[in-house]
């Protein structure tokens, strides 16, 4: 007789939702349940703090495998993504030599941007000599007027050494890039240029030529849903253009490459990418494509720059990488991880290296290639795929009802949502709704970057402004803190902020690091204390430092009497700080103190006075 298994959750009694809930409600003693756990994204819904298989027994997202339609589970039977690197040299020889490099390092996909004046089949000769077409994809650019000039040379390459059956790559045209950058209209010419590279590309049939940089919006501070809704708007609108000027459906499908973003928001991420394949796939079926393998999107992912920052610049890597997790999971294409130095200076090679090596861990010791959607049939994160692709949905019909992706471009409506987008974020950053570890939160006190700044970037003047309109915003989240500490760097004397800790050992403990944080974001030498038995002790001590700035750091209870005392000794020879908000504030103001700092105050705008008043 066989023996009989036990179940382990045959030993528990199942548990409805409404039971959980009334669990949750007891352990909040009187809290709104809606107030405290659930959380309201920036994507416009709400995310609960618990899910169930009910929370996705009507979506449909949950229907279709891996490598089937809508492809929201994925386009492939494997989850084997390919690890690209930029390859950024001063010579098409340079380039070929790192790319080799690179490549025998592991990489598996190489983007290059060609100049300009360099285009030509010898440039790609020399750049791709001794690369195996069939094993490395091959990502080209140059400057938009000359894209159709790489692709003639690119495609009499591919034909030269026999490789159109196994070469796989793209180039990336994007003729949309100028008026995104600096306003006014795309490239006239730029439909009739893409149907010329598709028509070129023909006998390539693993060589796209039409971009979506929808990585654009991303590295501007647009939200998850805003890059989703315009990539695909912008992928429709290159759909319709190119069906409407002859060019078959699925050949325009299959010429269309998206390359996007990744923010930091790791689930919400993760479904970014599941939503995009779901949501594509049905508008590419509404072409009528003969296949329904045209509705597949290829997407290549690269790690944000909007959040990398120039203090503490390693923790640029910890971002990076949860970013690239949550790609790898989500079942891209390629993944590119921006190396850690870029907002600064160009990549080294040590920067380089840690960025393949970001995406080896996740292959070589994580595995995440070997399993295709982990996710998938996740509670939350089908939830969340729902919910981004809904979001998106009317964000792209908006697109749409307004004439098309193009035209909002044109008219400046899609940079101004976006740079709204930026605009809010730079603010949530300002009060620390947004925290970016090393920047508003945590500073390094003491270091210095000055001096590792190097300036970089295109010469051939694609860059330049057309002045015709708004473009997106190129400033990083953390651009307006870094304008604080260079400026507290490059100035004659940094000022000096001393903690006058005294009374309640809790409190002013709490306050001191609350406080040197906070004053920490302008680069300010810091002079902590364990604390002083009186307010003249306290102020003696910051006048034999040379305080610039003196804060009181106590209880509430104690700075009714305390910060009197301690404004009057100071008597206008140091700026006098109160770490908190407490109930005697008004009090406190009448006597003429005007300086609180808490969790409410605008960090940003306060250090920027300090800045203004102290920095000489």
């Known amino acids: 007789m066989a023996e009989k298994k036990e179940k382990l959750f045959d030993q528990f009694p199942p548990i409805s939702t409404e039971e959980w809930r009334a669990k949750v409600d007891a352990d909040l003693k009187g809290v709104p349940f809606e107030k405290k756990l659930v959380w309201r994204t920036n994507e416009g819904f709400n995310v609960n703090p618990m899910y169930r298989a009910e929370d996705i027994a009507d979506l449909k997202t949950t229907d279709s495998l891996p490598g089937e339609y809508p492809f929201v589970r994925g386009t492939r039977n494997d989850n084997n993504w390919l690890t690209r690197q930029e390859i950024i040299a001063d010579s098409m020889e340079e380039a070929n030599a790192k790319a080799i490099d690179a490549i025998a390092k592991g990489v598996n996909s190489i983007y290059c941007k060609i100049p300009a004046e360099q285009v030509g089949v010898a440039a790609i000769e020399t750049l791709l000599k001794g690369i195996d077409l069939a094993a490395v994809e091959v990502n080209l650019g140059t400057c938009q007027r000359h894209t159709l000039e790489l692709g003639k040379a690119l495609v009499a390459y591919i034909n030269a050494v026999g490789a159109a059956e196994t070469f796989h790559g793209s180039i990336n045209y994007n003729p949309v890039r100028r008026a995104l950058r ?25 060589l796209r030529v039409v971009s979506v940089d929808s990585v654009m919006f991303n590295n501007a501070g647009a939200y998850i849903y805003q890059e989703l809704g315009y990539a695909l708007a912008w992928g429709a609108q290159w759909m319709t253009a190119l069906t409407e000027a002859g060019v078959d459906a699925d050949a325009a499908a299959k010429a269309i490459k998206f390359n996007m973003g990744i923010s930091s928001n790791y689930f919400l991420e993760l479904a970014k990418f599941r939503a995009a394949r779901m949501l594509w796939a049905q508008i590419v079926k509404q072409y009528a494509p003969k296949c329904d393998c045209s509705c597949k999107m290829v997407c290549h992912a690269e790690t944000s720059k909007f959040n990398q920052t120039i203090f503490d610049a390693h923790v640029n890597l910890l971002r ?93 409506a899609v940079q101004k949502a976006v740079n709204e987008s930026s605009e809010k974020r730079h603010s949530d950053m300002a009060r620390r709704k947004e925290i970016l570890l090393g920047t508003n939160q945590y500073p390094n006190f003491n270091e210095m970057a000055a001096d590792k700044i190097k300036k970089c ?45 005294i009374g309640n050992l809790a409190m002013r403990l ?58 009057k000794l100071i008597d206008g020879k140091a700026k006098f700080v109160v770490a908190g908000a407490p109930a005697c504030m008004e009090d406190l103001q009448k006597l003429g103190i005007s300086e ?11 250090l920027q006075k300090f800045n203004s008043e102290l920095l000489k």
């Not at 604080?484 to 902020?497: F, S």
């Open 182 to 206: 600096h306003g006014g209209e795309i490239l006239a010419d730029a439909v009739e240029v893409a149907k010329e590279l598709i028509a070129m590309a023909a006998p390539v049939k693993g």
């Open 596 to 606: 609180f700092i808490h969790v409410r105050s605008n960090v940003l705008e306060t």
């Open 510 to 567: 709490a306050r001191a690091q609350f406080s040197s944080n906070f004053f920490g974001c302008a680069g300010y030498e810091i002079i902590d204390n364990i604390g002083f038995d009186t307010v003249a002790d306290g102020v003696k001590a910051a006048f034999d430092k040379q305080a610039d700035v003196v804060v009181l750091c106590s209880s509430d209870d104690e700075y009714a009497e305390l910060a009197p005392e301690a404004f």
């Open 320 to 412: 990076s990488q949860t970013e690239a997790m949550s790609a790898a999971l989500a079942g891209v294409d390629s993944i590119t991880v921006v190396p850690f130095d870029a907002p600064y200076q160009t990549p080294d090679a040590f920067s380089e290296r840690i960025a393949r090596n970001q995406q080896f861990l996740l292959k070589e010791e994580s595995h995440l290639d070997k399993v295709v959607d982990p996710a998938g049939g996740s509670y939350y994160v089908e939830t969340l795929t729902a919910s981004i692709a809904e979001q998106a949905w009317k964000l792209f019909l908006e697109v749409q009802d307004a004439e098309g992706f193009f035209k909002a471009v044109a008219n400046g």
């Open 457 to 501: 970037g295109c010469k051939c003047g694609c860059n330049e402004s057309a002045g015709e309109g708004v473009g997106l915003s190129a400033k990083r989240q953390a651009s307006d803190f870094e304008d604080l500490r260079l400026a507290t760097e490059r100035a004659a004397n940094r000022p000096k902020v001393f903690m006058l800790t």
